[in-house]
């Protein structure tokens, strides 16, 4: 996963990481300063030609400008060009030699970026001839360098690193504080990771509840870690009394049928209750039903903010859902499951729940009455369900 991810972040990605700070009604003037001998306007030039900005997309074009402004020293072209050579674009072959070499150079002017790049290369044996042992040992110290100078997704990587012995004495407390730093900066799969730590008790004091709050914040990041996490130690002994409570039209299994219920944590929802029905040979869900209490909401428009609540609502569907492996996605009304999974015991899920609202807008809107109809989406989060007779 960390290898087939990276290929994917070198360009585009490295262009929003460098800030480009020419616009397109400056090519003319960029053009010029380039052409000069301005290695700022050439690395410039290349991020137009990168990202289409005021001149057609054409990686050969900007392979060449950063080229140019690398060889005058510029360190952020210097990564491009590595970038251009770990993918093999800008009309250069694919060459992790030459990748690497160029990064260090932008690694070595302190680029925190650059640093970062070099150690997941390292990490991943690309263009080096050490043997594992040696390789993980570099990868550890360019994380470090770009960690300390607070790149999050290093800071991550130099906990995992910690944590399982790769190029480093394990350390799980130094684990721990690094996660601990990407986490607070809000790096989703980190915040998971410092969670699965407080859960093990490895580095920090066993805390469940702890550890049930950083899966918390992953998960409703969409992390899929955190939701995989947070849905499987999520607190389910009430929770069929809890949808009995709350759900008024709760499914009735027939003969080899589970009812299945469940609930998740929405920030601006009290209470998020879901059941449904599962077919005997388990390739079949229906008599889907969510019920909802105490909803919030503000819109804000211009000038206007509009603010709302809902005391309970229902939604019920009697349609009938395949069940798909490994997992399913399924609409009902304005709720979205993704990834559901069911065990004979236990199902997890992610739900997106979008809220249709009417507000008052001021103009002519729906019908010519000033009214207008607004999605307020809510964040998306693990919804656990537990199977009773």
């Not at 040696?134 to 944590?163: P, S, T």
């Not at 920090?204 to 947070?230: C, I, N, P, T």
């Not at 709760?250 to 609930?263: A, F, H, N």
């Not at 569907?317 to 996605?329: K, L, M, R």
Request: with cysteine.
């Amino acid at each position: 996963m960390f290898r087939a991810i990276f290929g994917c972040i070198c360009l585009i990605g490295l262009i929003v990481c460098f800030a480009l700070t020419a616009q397109a009604e400056d090519l003319a003037a960029v053009q010029r300063a380039a052409e000069e001998g301005d290695a700022q306007a050439q690395f410039d030039l290349g991020a137009m030609y990168v990202k289409g900005n005021g001149v057609a997309k054409n990686y050969t074009e900007a392979e060449k400008w950063f080229r140019k402004a690398a060889e005058q020293g510029n360190a952020k072209a210097q990564s491009m060009v590595g970038a251009m050579y770990y993918d093999g674009q800008g009309g250069v072959a694919q060459d992790y030699t030459e990748a690497m070499k160029w990064y260090r150079k932008a690694a070595e002017q302190g680029l925190a970026q650059a640093q970062f790049t070099l150690g997941v290369m390292y990490d991943n044996n690309q263009g080096v001839a050490q043997n594992d042992a040696e390789a993980d040992a570099e990868a550890v110290k360019w994380y470090r360098k770009a960690a300390e100078q607070g790149l999050v997704q290093a800071q991550r990587r130099l906990g995992y690193m910690y944590k399982y012995s790769k190029g480093v004495a394990q350390d799980y407390a130094e684990a721990v504080k690094w996660y601990r730093k990407a986490a607070e900066q809000g790096d989703a799969n980190a915040q998971a990771r410092l969670g699965s730590m407080y859960h093990e008790g490895k580095g920090v004091a066993q805390d469940h509840a702890e550890a049930m709050k950083w899966w918390r914040k992953a998960a409703e990041q969409g992390d899929s870690l955190g939701l995989q996490l947070f849905g499987l130690h999520h607190e389910d002994k009430d929770v069929v009394q809890n949808a009995a409570d709350e759900i008024q039209w709760l499914p009735v299994p027939s003969s080899g049928e589970t009812l299945y219920v469940g609930s998740a944590r929405i920030p601006g929802i009290e209470s998020f209750q879901m059941a449904f029905v599962c077919s005997k040979d388990k390739k079949e869900i229906g008599n889907l039903t969510i019920a909802i209490k105490g909803l919030k909401y503000v819109i804000r428009r211009g000038n206007m903010t509009h603010e709302g609540s809902v005391g309970r609502s229902q939604i019920k569907s009697n349609g009938i859902y395949p069940i798909h492996s490994p997992a399913s996605n399924i609409t009902i009304g304005e709720a979205k499951l993704t990834g559901l999974k069911l065990t004979n015991q236990r199902g997890t899920a992610t739900v997106r729940y979008v809220r249709k609202v009417t507000i008052h807008s001021g103009g002519q809107g729906v019908g010519g009455l000033g009214e207008e109809e607004v999605l307020v989406p809510f964040p998306p989060a693990s919804i656990t369900f537990k199977a009773t007779k």
